[in-house]
């Protein structure tokens, strides 16, 4: 057993909101194996806050996405990157650790080269996605890599930076226990109404992008399917503008705010369209069919198509190397591709039955069934700070 002889301080970066929930269950895992030893410093959401993270700033300041969308705050983000990497120092941290976010943890990382300070990034940049030599480069940042893919470790161990599969943090976000009657009941929908879930995206862009085309292809559902309620859970601060779009719309539409509330409209609904990202993951978890669609700026959109050589990007799909949930990405997010397959879904109890069926092989890989991914995190996090001792 190791004996434990001073608090810790850990500090933490996250830049959005899956990086806060992964945050979270990182220092509830911490907290666990070190009560009372362990007090939490840097940027962080919400979620690491209630936890107990003193953060330095509000971490929306770096929720953007997309290289024309970051120009225009990119003086206040260098800012904050070198008041963040001079608070660690200040601190004297026993660990560094970064969540995603790589433009912003990779730039902290740097300014920490030559320090003592043991460094972590948290998720993989996607080097088998697009520039494959960015494992290189953050093999000369970090001590230490945490990811959530399982194929992804020997990207960054080839080039020797030490790497561990810690699992996917869906896999104990609670998606899989939605409540449908009890959501049914609290908003007064009959058994025999369809449902459709909406997530248009956790980020102002993204939702100002997806409403319209997403609007324009429900209606051509509703005129082949019949109506249907659209459930709409929101997050952060795209909240607001999805509440108010949603006020014109030509269906009946709720909108739903928290996690519980989120999964028991998972557990109710019979299709979801969705924006690309993580919440493609609780969607599986929750046992949801879906479509996935994405829209970027025109420009980032130009940029990404012509660096981006994968055939998916739905996590599900490149899991399994199938096409198990259609994806509709940059120019093929039109009304008409949504509408197609999410007409398609709807109509169809065999094509919602083979994505369930898929979803519960992908979501073992992930890591479903085994200790917890924020406990395994923690695992590599405390053996690094007493190592360093």
């Given at each position: 057993m190791i004996?434990?002889?001073?608090?810790?301080?850990?500090?933490?970066?996250?830049?959005?909101?899956?990086?806060?929930?992964l945050g979270v269950k990182l220092m509830q895992g911490l907290k666990e194996k070190l009560p009372d030893q362990v007090e939490f410093y840097g940027v962080g959401g919400p979620l690491m806050c209630a936890e107990g993270l003193h953060t330095l700033f509000p971490m929306d300041e770096l929720t953007v996405m997309g290289i024309f969308e970051v120009l225009p705050r990119l003086r206040r983000i260098l800012k904050r990157i070198s008041e963040t990497a001079k608070k660690v120092s200040e601190l004297k941290s026993d660990i560094f650790i970064s969540i995603d976010a790589p433009d912003f943890s990779f730039r902290v990382a740097k300014k920490l080269h030559g320090s003592t300070i043991p460094k972590v990034h948290y998720v993989a940049p996607s080097v088998w996605v697009w520039?494959?030599?960015?494992?290189?480069?953050?093999?000369?940042?970090?001590?230490?890599?945490?990811?959530?893919?399982?194929?992804?470790?020997?990207?960054?161990?080839?080039?020797?930076?030490?790497?561990?599969?810690?699992?996917?943090?869906?896999?104990?976000?609670?998606?899989?226990?939605?409540?449908?009657?009890?959501?049914?009941?609290?908003?007064?929908?009959?058994?025999?109404?369809?449902?459709?879930?909406?997530?248009?995206?956790?980020?102002?862009?993204?939702?100002?992008?997806?409403?319209?085309?997403?609007?324009?292809?429900?209606?051509?559902?509703?005129?082949?399917?019949?109506?249907?309620?659209?459930?709409?859970?929101?997050?952060?601060?795209?909240?607001?503008?999805?509440?108010?779009?949603?006020?014109?719309?030509?269906?009946?539409?709720?909108?739903?705010?928290?996690?519980?509330?989120?999964?028991?409209?998972?557990?109710?609904?019979?299709?979801?369209?969705?924006?690309?990202?993580?919440?493609?993951?609780?969607?599986?978890?929750?046992?949801?069919?879906?479509?996935?669609?994405?829209?970027?700026?025109?420009?980032?959109?130009?940029?990404?198509?012509?660096?981006?050589?994968?055939?998916?990007?739905?996590l599900i799909n490149i899991l399994l190397k199938k096409d198990i949930v259609p994806e509709h990405i940059l120019e093929f997010c039109t009304v008409e591709n949504l509408h197609r397959s999410l007409t398609e879904l709807f109509s169809s109890d065999q094509k919602r039955q083979a994505q369930i069926d898929q979803f519960h092989e992908a979501m073992i890989l992930l890591g479903q069934g085994g200790e917890a991914p924020g406990a395994r995190a923690a695992d590599v996090i405390l053996k690094l700070i007493t190592e360093k001792e």
């Amino acid at each position: 057993m190791i004996e434990i002889k001073k608090k810790y301080r850990i500090f933490l970066t996250a830049g959005e909101p899956s990086g806060d929930a992964l945050g979270v269950k990182l220092m509830q895992g911490l907290k666990e194996k070190l009560p009372d030893q362990v007090e939490f410093y840097g940027v962080g959401g919400p979620l690491m806050c209630a936890e107990g993270l003193h953060t330095l700033f509000p971490m929306d300041e770096l929720t953007v996405m997309g290289i024309f969308e970051v120009l225009p705050r990119l003086r206040r983000i260098l800012k904050r990157i070198s008041e963040t990497a001079k608070k660690v120092s200040e601190l004297k941290s026993d660990i560094f650790i970064s969540i995603d976010a790589p433009d912003f943890s990779f730039r902290v990382a740097k300014k920490l080269h030559g320090s003592t300070i043991p460094k972590v990034h948290y998720v993989a940049p996607s080097v088998w996605v697009w520039r494959p030599g960015r494992a290189q480069k953050i093999a000369g940042l970090y001590d230490h890599l945490l990811t959530v893919l399982p194929f992804e470790p020997p990207y960054f161990t080839a080039v020797g930076l030490p790497a561990t599969f810690v699992g996917h943090s869906v896999v104990e976000t609670g998606a899989d226990t939605g409540n449908a009657d009890a959501f049914k009941a609290a908003h007064q929908i009959s058994p025999e109404e369809k449902i459709l879930l909406l997530l248009a995206g956790s980020r102002r862009g993204e939702v100002t992008r997806h409403l319209p085309i997403f609007e324009k292809a429900l209606e051509k559902v509703k005129t082949d399917v019949g109506d249907f309620t659209v459930v709409a859970p929101v997050i952060g601060p795209s909240g607001s503008i999805v509440g108010e779009a949603l006020k014109s719309w030509p269906f009946k539409c709720i909108v739903v705010d928290g996690n519980q509330e989120k999964y028991d409209a998972m557990a109710a609904a019979d299709v979801a369209l969705a924006a690309s990202g993580t919440v493609g993951l609780e969607l599986a978890l929750a046992g949801l069919p879906n479509v996935i669609g994405y829209k970027m700026n025109p420009l980032t959109s130009w940029v990404a198509r012509r660096l981006i050589k994968i055939r998916h990007v739905n996590l599900i799909n490149i899991l399994l190397k199938k096409d198990i949930v259609p994806e509709h990405i940059l120019e093929f997010c039109t009304v008409e591709n949504l509408h197609r397959s999410l007409t398609e879904l709807f109509s169809s109890d065999q094509k919602r039955q083979a994505q369930i069926d898929q979803f519960h092989e992908a979501m073992i890989l992930l890591g479903q069934g085994g200790e917890a991914p924020g406990a395994r995190a923690a695992d590599v996090i405390l053996k690094l700070i007493t190592e360093k001792e």
